[in-house]
């Protein structure tokens, strides 16, 4: 043993290991620095590590074979060196050790102070080329090689309450980002999917397909705000750029500009130069403030009545901010389908009208006004003239999916289903993970016989939150005569679902015993007690002819708006050929304007108006096209 150590120091074996960790280091530094600045994929970096350390045994077997003496590299004799051969050696070895050394602490020094996130502060003081693109705008943004995601931003101020303001910061930088040139952006409610979710940045852009995501977190205090922003690169989860602002809420708008702006910088090799420019939407703070959360609290869908508050106190505080009033008719137009009180629904059809009207005339050819447009044109019995506006409002909507899901809605909802699928198809494209573009997509799947991708998807969109598609598939299967498989899905929801209240248990216990016995006298009547989904218990029951007369004899002026979507999104199901041939159904969407619409349009594939003493109604194949 003392003979292999005497061996080792003799043959410079031992400095060699410590020159070659010494220079392995250094050049994984470097790689490490440099190969997401080139969006060199993972595997780069893990070759360069595999490469080093597949060279440490060969090159102590070259130190122990040859040996560097005063008259070059030569073959190890096997005999003591002379003095000055052995310390010629040693003190050459030694030098390199400690030039790479040097090495390795300037480097560390440039890696700190140069390649650091300041390096994004300085690159924003050089001169930028002329603007290529006014922000923000709905009608720029294409798609590109570059692809990104903007993760809700997390709130670390003390009031629960500012999670609303943070979540509008993520939004706005989501917009600003969606027009610029050559960048794609995943959609809003994809990306807002994962909040909360210990979810590696990985797997996030993987599941949203993009290649980089920007995170961060907003700290609020009375008027000052600090919001930290991060750029990494998925493929290597590194991060490309990071920056923290401590600023006044006067200046949120150049925030954002700074923002974007580092970001288009950094990924500069992939999209060429860019300079954005973010122009204010709104001069008045407070407006602003109300404006996100209550834009928030709308996209959430569960706190509608907080949203009216928020944006109509930001539309007080400034009669001319264009999206507060965009975001406040959208509120008041779907509140129908969120509320059971008379006298909101009364209210909303009255404002409604009000605010779209102040919307229209501050943006005529915004893509969420004429969608807007479009649903409260059906809510009032314009079938046609709705449903043609949301053909043009998704020609002109090229990041916000939501007038492609509208529009796929309402073409499912008229019976024309194989164009549903078409238009809700590519809604799901740019938001794969909304759970209620999923859910109706299932629900179209469903009414062209499509029951295995219809299933699938449904219970995608009922992880997603959204489980009336699932629901309506139960209820399908029930009425087949499936109903183990009925109440094993039910009980698979209900046991993922968080606690329930008594009632909610109740009403649970009862729609179980109705999928066990469609026939089940008591059960159907406890559930008829319900004030929505009346029509689609008829799926279970087959009783479509009491349940629409009920639905008939509500005032079409006031209740149908409300309740449209409740049975008309189901009259296309394998399982309702009975309602939708029903003279009840018939006369119904006559009220509605429904029957206006197929003679002008043409009726739904298959379907025809058979004109009977009992009343005309359709005649329908049993799987809707």
Known sequence: MRWLLTELKRRNVIRMAGLYLVGA????QVAATLLPVFEAPAWAMKSVVATLAAGFLPALAFAWVFEFTPDGLQRDSGEQPTLAAKTHSARRMERSILALLLVALSFFAFDQFYLSPHRAASERAR????????????????????????????????????????????????????????????????????????????EIARQLGVDHVLEGSVRKQGQRVRITAQ????????????????????????????????????????????????????????????FLSGRARFHQRTELPGAIDDLTRAVELDPKFVEAWIYLAATWTILNGYTSDP??????????????????????????????????????????GGLALGAESTKLSVQDPTPLTWHGIQLLMAGYVDEAIAILEKAQKRDPLAGVTN???????LASGQYERAAALAAKASAQGWEIAL??????????????????????????????????????????TLLANPHNEDAFAALLEEASGDVELGIISDRFEEL???????????????????????????????????PHFFAIAEKVGMVQLWETRGYPAGCKRAKASGGDHLECPSTAR
């Open 471 to 512: 629901r309506v598939i139960v209820f399908d299967l029930a009425a087949r005569g499936e109903s183990a498989k009925a109440l094993a899905i039910t009980d698979q929801v209900i046991a993922t679902r968080p606690a329930a209240t008594a009632e909610e248990r109740k009403r649970e216990t009862q729609m179980r």
């Open 439 to 445: 859910g109706y997509l299932a629900l179209a799947y």
């Open 231 to 290: 750029l990494i690169n998925a493929a290597t989860d590194t991060h490309l750029w990071s920056e923290t602002y401590d600023r006044d809420l006067t200046d949120i708008f150049a925030v954002q500009e700074e923002i974007a702006q580092a970001i288009t910088q950094n990924l500069q090799g992939i999209l060429g130069q860019r300079q954005v420019t973010v122009a204010a939407s709104t001069t008045n703070v407070d407006a602003y403030q109300r």
């Open 127 to 202: 001169a930028l080329p002329q603007p290529d693109v006014q922000l923000p705008s709905k009608q720029n943004a294409v798609d590109g090689t570059a692809s990104i995601a903007v993760l809700p931003f997390v709130n670390m101020s003390t009031d629960a309450e500012n999670g609303f303001f943070a979540d509008g910061i993520s939004e706005e930088l989501l917009n600003v980002l969606a027009g610029v040139r050559g960048l794609k952006v995943a959609s809003r409610t994809s990306a807002f999917s994962f909040k909360g979710k210990d979810i590696p940045i990985p």
């Open 548 to 582: 629409l007369e009920r639905l008939g004899a509500q005032n079409a002026a006031d209740g149908l708006a409300g309740q449209r979507q409740m049975w008309m999104r189901s009259a296309w199901m394998p399982s309702t050929l009975n309602l939708r041939t029903s």
């Open 343 to 384: 006298a909101m629904v009364a209210k909303a059809r009255v404002k409604s009208r009000e605010t779209l009207q102040q919307a229209e005339s501050l943006a005529p050819g915004d893509p969420m006004v004429l969608a807007i447009r479009s649903v409260f044109l059906q809510e009032h019995g314009d079938q046609v």
């Open 25 to 28: 280091w250094v050049i994984t």
